[in-house]
């Protein structure tokens, strides 16, 4: 069946980044010249996907705004001929349809994926996670797609992470039964030091059978107390079978200040306006650093 929605939950408080999340949400950050949330919805648009379906809480209307049309600042632009800046502008809001829906308590993942059931139903759909920005010449999800047609079962995309970094993750234990894919034997979220000697970390790009719902309905708190998704995942893995994919491409941690900085190098550097004059200013800075 064709997947067409994608959920994007961004009801979380970004705490990792206080102050700068005070009054702005985490996913309006910048880096280089977008908001981390455009490259979410790029990429999604780019696996031809044909809705977003935002799961927000109060004070992130900004995301919502970004993603609409503004008729003040379009008529300013075009007013003044700023015809560029008119197209850029215009390229945000027809990208792709966007809906809504409130996560009225923060009670994790697993719940924030629980209350799109409403407006995704009975059909297949992705879930991409703001903070996990991939860079890929074919885009993550897309490449998830193309292992959800092959093999006909919900997929999890990983990565290999070091062992002593697998606490922070959700961590999936399994066998490869293809280039890249594995057919998932247990899941455990952010797993205690020692219990497991898996490396192969879950990154924030889903593909997920309907059948999820129910299997979030009878997941009760787990890691710090909340709903996790990758519980109700172990269980979809028991009822129908689950495959993680080792995706091509550059996952950058843009929830956190150190993966973000990651982040803004590797996209100035693809930059086309500005790579070059970065990488040079960069090799300066480098050399005047080894000095
Ligand atoms: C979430 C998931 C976790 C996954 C991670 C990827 O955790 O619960 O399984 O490995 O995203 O970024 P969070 O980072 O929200 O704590």
Do not use: W
């Amino acid at each position: 069946m064709n997947v067409r929605k994608a959920v994007v939950p961004v009801a979380g408080l970004g705490t990792r980044f206080l102050p700068a999340t005070k009054a702005i949400p985490k996913e309006m950050l910048t880096v280089v010249d977008r908001p981390t949330i455009q490259y979410i919805v790029e990429e999604i648009v780019a696996s031809g996907i044909k809705e977003v379906v935002l799961v927000t809480a109060s004070g992130k209307s900004a995301i919502e705004n970004h993603f609409d049309y503004s008729f003040e600042l379009e008529t300013f632009l075009a007013q003044k001929g700023k015809m560029d800046l008119l197209r850029e502008v215009r390229h945000i809001s027809g990208l792709i349809e966007v809906v809504s829906i409130r996560q009225k308590e923060p009670l994790g993942l697993g719940h924030a994926i629980k209350v799109t059931e409403p407006v995704i139903g009975n059909e297949p759909f992705v879930v991409v996670l703001g903070d996990d920005m991939v860079d890929a010449t074919v885009p993550c999800v897309f490449q998830m797609l193309k292992v959800f047609d092959k093999f006909q079962k919900s997929v999890v995309a990983i990565q290999k992470v070091p062992l002593d970094e697998a606490h922070r993750y959700g961590i999936v234990e399994g066998e490869e039964v293809a280039e890249g894919v594995y057919k998932v034997e247990r899941l455990i979220e952010k797993p205690s030091p020692g219990t497991s000697k898996s490396d192969l970390a879950i990154i924030g790009r889903y593909v997920l059978s309907p059948d999820i719902y129910s299997c979030l309905n009878r997941t009760l708190p787990g890691v710090g107390g909340e709903i996790q998704l990758t519980d109700a995942l172990d269980y979809l893995r028991k009822k129908q079978g689950l495959y993680a994919y080792k995706f091509k491409g550059n996952r950058y941690d843009a929830g956190d200040k150190m993966g973000y900085l990651q982040a803004t190098v590797n996209y100035a550097l693809a930059h086309s306006d500005l790579g070059e004059r970065f990488k040079a200013y960069l090799q300066k800075l480098v050399a005047n650093l080894d000095e």
